[in-house]
Structure formats: C-alpha cells, structure tokens
C-alpha cells in the first residue's frame, strides 16, 4: 500500500546532540512538507519542499535542518540550536500544491 | 496574518448525541478550508475540503459546511469510534500557505 512512513516513532534525545527523523513517501508525489505539532496549538510548518534539490524555510526553520536527494525521502534534523526541540513531529506529502496533505503517523522526540 | 480558531477546545458527547465543531478562519482571499481526523499519537487524516461559501460535503455521520467566516463540522448521531481531534486548515494560496488550528478533541461516550 502506498503512504508515508516516518522513523522513528519514538525518539529520546539528550541535550546538545543532533538527531535526524526519516520520512520516507511511495506515493510519487512531488511536495513533501515537516510539519511540527505541540499541544495546544495548530500545526507549524517547519520546512517544505516542492522538488528534488529544492527546499524552503516555512514559518520555524531555525534550529532544523532537511534534504531532499531524492523525491521519495526527506529527512530532518533537528539540531542543538533549536532550544525546545520536544514535540510531535509530522512527515506529510501531496501531489498537487493544495491543503489535501497525506501525512505519516508522526515521530515523538522528547530531550531528557 | 492568517488566523484559524476552533471552538470548543473539547467536546464530550452521549452517544447519539449530534452537535457542531466551529473553525473561525481570518484569511487573505481563501482558496480552500480543509478538515482532517486526527487518532492519539496518529497522523492527520484528511477528510474534506470546501472552497466556496454555501458549500457543504458529507461522509457517514460527518457533514462539513463553509460560510464566509466559518465552517462547521456536523456530527450526526455520533458513535464512539468517532472520538478523535478534528483539525481544520485555511490556505490562502498554496499548501505552504496553509494555516492550522489547535483543533477540537470529541469524546463520544456509549
């Protein structure tokens, strides 16, 4: 079956280190898209990318980094710079540059 | 700046007790407003989107509907499998230019 699968589901990080989530689509779609979720509050877009090669910064890039090698794959990492890195973090892609977002189940990541 | 506010925060329905989700959006020439499901510890699910004023789509016991400064998720006769977090997104242009709210958790007891 075709989706979106994000790795791992459940990240413990340790303050200063850099860790990196896997977002893996099948579905051939051209944008994908990281999404970060924190209770209470709607969901930020993190970094986007609309083809291979190319990445944008969307509303809170600081302190995350992405690639995007090959269209299938988007990773982000999220580095020692971002100063509350603990969240819900949303893989999601779409075939079409519209709000119709398949999203992954997500990645929890908390820093101990 | 584009802003979505849902309404209520959370929702603890009987079941078979209907009633409606609000999404308040305040945006720059709407293109689309979208609803999504969201399970525990899950990843959004869509489940419609609606582009004019006056529009209404519906799935089983779900009716979603858009005014000009609203829409509302109707919830007829609900069931316990449709406890879940119902999101709704505005976009004002792309999909980068889409605006979440912090959604509405429903709690249907049997």
């Known amino acids: 079956d075709g989706g979106i699968t994000q790795s791992p589901k459940y990240l413990f990080r340790k303050e200063g280190q850099n860790v990196t989530l896997s977002c893996e689509q099948n579905l051939n779609h051209d944008a994908m898209y990281w999404y970060r979720q924190d209770p209470g509050q709607g969901l930020r877009l993190i970094y986007y990318?609309?083809?291979?090669?190319?990445?944008q910064k969307g509303d809170i890039a600081e302190g995350y980094s992405v690639s995007r090698e090959k269209k299938e794959s988007f990773p982000l990492t999220v580095t020692s710079a971002q100063k509350n890195p603990t969240a819900f973090y949303l893989c999601a892609s779409t075939p079409e540059n519209t709000g119709e977002l398949f999203f992954g189940e997500g990645s929890r990541l908390t820093v101990l | 700046e584009d802003q979505v506010t849902q309404s209520p925060e959370a929702l603890r329905l009987q079941e078979g007790e209907s009633s409606s989700l609000n999404c308040s959006y305040t945006v720059s020439g709407l293109r689309g407003l979208f609803w999504y499901r969201q399970d525990p510890g899950k990843g959004p699910e869509f489940l419609f989107t609606l582009y004019s004023a006056g529009e209404e789509k519906e799935k089983e016991r779900l009716k979603a509907t858009l005014t000009k400064k609203e829409s509302f998720l109707h919830i007829t006769a609900p069931k316990p499998e449709d406890s879940a977090t119902y999101l709704c997104a505005a976009c004002s242009g792309s999909a980068r230019q889409l605006t979440f709210g912090s959604g509405t958790q429903l709690t249907v007891l049997p």
């Open positions: 990318s609309q083809i291979v090669n190319d990445f």
